[in-house]
């Protein structure tokens, strides 16, 4: 167990709808970052925010967004879904320190 | 921007050989290199990592080795266990990106 905690852990839901994917950081990390992994992209970085900050952007779609709350935990937003979102998105966190990242258990997105 | 690649894609031993994992990435600036283990359902976890300045590292059955000259890194494992079987990725990253840019992993199989 990594310590990271991610809610739901599966979701179904339709094209064009909105979704929440909800993630609780290691005690002490101050960093969370987010994750998708499909089969044809494999791992891709999405963003990353420090502190309650936005840090570092990857290729991150227009119709997702994040923020990060004071309590540090971290909130993927995903709308307008489209049946290419399906896929696992991995939330991981981080004491900045290093560059050691711990990743949750991650949450089964499928767009019917 | 930086690039990983990993090979085999997928890789078949019998207990207690050992498995070899090899990993190279194009951003000579890179200077840390996770490994990430990823069993079925479950999210990444992290089994080892070395850091630009450290040729090889070492913990029990896993070893990492380092050639930044060749700009290329692996994994060895040795004795390998059924409980090894799994899939496995490299990963690289700069510490001004935070983000970790990830191989396309390895399914290992270890045949008892």
């Known amino acids: 167990d990594s310590g990271v905690t991610q809610t739901p852990k599966h979701l179904i839901t339709a094209t064009g709808q909105r979704v929440t994917l909800r993630c609780s950081p290691r005690s002490g990390d101050l960093s969370v970052y987010w994750y998708q992994q499909s089969l044809d992209q494999g791992l891709q970085f999405l963003i990353q925010y420090y502190n309650g900050e936005e840090r570092a952007k990857g290729n991150i779609l227009e119709r997702f967004s994040a923020q990060q709350f004071p309590d540090l935990h971290s909130e993927l937003n995903l709308s307008s879904l489209e049946l290419g979102d399906s896929a696992l998105y991995f939330c991981?966190?981080?004491?900045?320190?290093?560059?050691?990242?711990?990743f949750g258990p991650g949450t089964r997105l499928t767009v019917l | 921007g930086e690039n990983v690649e990993q090979h085999p894609s997928t890789l078949s031993v019998q207990e207690g050989d050992s498995a070899v994992i090899k990993c190279t990435y194009s951003?000579?600036?890179?200077?840390?290199f996770p490994w990430y283990k990823q069993e079925l359902g479950k999210g990444p976890q992290l089994i080892i990592d070395i850091r630009s300045n450290v040729g090889e590292k070492k913990d029990q059955r896993i070893a990492v080795t380092l050639n930044k000259t060749a700009k290329h890194f692996s994994l060895h494992i040795t004795e390998t266990q059924p409980e090894d079987s799994a899939v496995y990725f490299c990963?690289?990253?700069?510490?001004?990106?935070?983000?970790?840019?990830f191989g396309s992993g390895t399914r290992l199989l270890v045949r008892p």
């Open positions: 990963a690289a990253t700069l510490d001004s990106s935070y983000k970790l840019i």
């Open positions: 991981a966190s981080g004491d900045d320190n290093g560059n050691e990242q711990f």
């Open positions: 951003d000579s600036a890179s200077n840390y």
